[in-house]
């Protein structure tokens, strides 16, 4: 048994995710439910509950013993629900598909997650139903208008509360470290004592950095790494909340931000990660062609619980390397995903010895 509400494929297809969503007080109800995708249900049921989910404003998971195939009876189903968890091991090619040993423990996460924050919850996942079909430019504007939406919200306002008066570390001399050899152009993330955690010092340096190797033909490989014990810890939780205001914000993310760089960068760029890599430590690297990550390492996207959403692309960056529906678990459950997970699913590309 799960804390989320349950349905089955016939009550879907007969409407029953599509009851009012918003409250009086306009706050969210039931943001989330399962779909038993082991009920029975004929093929024009299983039909009209895809073009049903496809309309659905609530999150839809699905949960199966077997990891339906895009040619199992319920493939055009499990393709538009949001993520769909499965007893048994999907093959890596089953991007909608997540290996779950107790569904019903991930979905009581994930629901403890949506009772928290249930408008980051909603927002993120139709971000990641749309941001597919997005040139990269404007997926990445998407995020960014999402994400300052959302940091005008409650949700927001509550984790900065709870979080307390920010306090501003020593500013690094050189927060990022350039060198050169040959045709090959190093970025090294350099502050190891806050486990390279991205403040705008470093922003702006990353930025200023990967113009360089933009403008210079003669920069054939860019890459990527972090000094000390982790390649980058994610945004400097100091920093969150000063923004003046979310117009600003938007701008900064996106027109003094690394990620559109990244993009148009990608064919020269190659990211080394290890250690800890949580939120724009994971954003930021999925935009390169080839990322290889040290043994050990981890990759983690705890935005949610702050009553936010990916900012550094993520979005964008990982859905196009594991998926929408992988993505958003990640996000929903604010789970470390292993190396050797994520090798699997295509967020890495070597594993380094």
């Not at 009920?39 to 949960?63: F, Y």
């Not at 009581?108 to 249930?118: L, R, Y």
């Not at 113009?211 to 033909?217: K, Q, S, T």
């Amino acid at each position: 048994m799960t804390s989320v509400p349950v349905i089955t494929p016939a009550q879907l297809a007969s409407g029953a995710a599509h009851s009012v969503l918003l409250d009086e007080q306009a706050a969210p109800d039931t943001p989330v439910l399962a779909v038993d995708l082991d009920a029975t249900a004929d093929q024009d049921t299983l039909a009209t509950a895809a073009r049903r989910a496809r309309a659905c404003d609530r999150v839809l998971i699905g949960v199966s013993r077997a990891a339906p195939t895009a040619s199992s009876p319920a493939g055009d189903l499990v393709e538009v629900l949001d993520l769909t968890l499965t007893r048994h091991e999907p093959s890596p090619a089953d991007r909608p598909c997540v290996h779950a040993p107790d569904p019903a423990a991930v979905l009581d996460g994930i629901g403890a997650a949506a009772t928290a924050n249930p408008r980051a919850v909603l927002i993120l996942a139709g971000l990641l139903r749309t941001s597919g079909s997005l040139l990269v430019r404007d997926a990445l504007d998407a995020e960014s208008l999402a994400y300052s939406t959302l940091l005008g919200g409650a949700e927001f306002a509550r984790w900065l509360a709870a979080r307390g008066p920010s306090r501003r570390p020593e500013r690094v001399q050189d927060p990022v470290l350039v060198t050169r050899q040959e045709n090959v152009l190093t970025v090294t993330l350099n502050r190891p004592a806050r486990r390279n955690a991205y403040d705008r010092h470093l922003r702006d340096a990353l930025v200023e950095a990967l113009n360089v190797a933009l403008l210079d033909d003669t920069v054939q490989r860019v890459v990527l790494v972090g000094a000390g014990t982790a390649f980058c810890s994610g945004g400097d939780l100091d920093e969150f909340g000063t923004a003046p205001d979310p117009v600003t914000a938007h701008l900064l993310r996106t027109r003094a931000g690394a990620g559109r760089l990244l993009h148009e960068l990608t064919d020269r760029v190659e990211a080394r990660v290890h250690g800890t890599c949580v939120g724009s430590g994971v954003e930021l690297p999925a935009f390169a062609s080839v990322v290889k990550a040290a043994p050990g390492s981890t990759f983690r996207l705890p935005e949610i619980s702050m009553g936010l959403i990916p900012g550094a692309g993520g979005t964008v960056s990982i859905p196009r390397r594991i998926g929408r529906w992988r993505t958003l678990y990640l996000a929903l459950t604010g789970l470390a995903l292993p190396a050797t997970t994520a090798l699997s699913w295509g967020l890495i590309d070597v594993l380094r010895e």
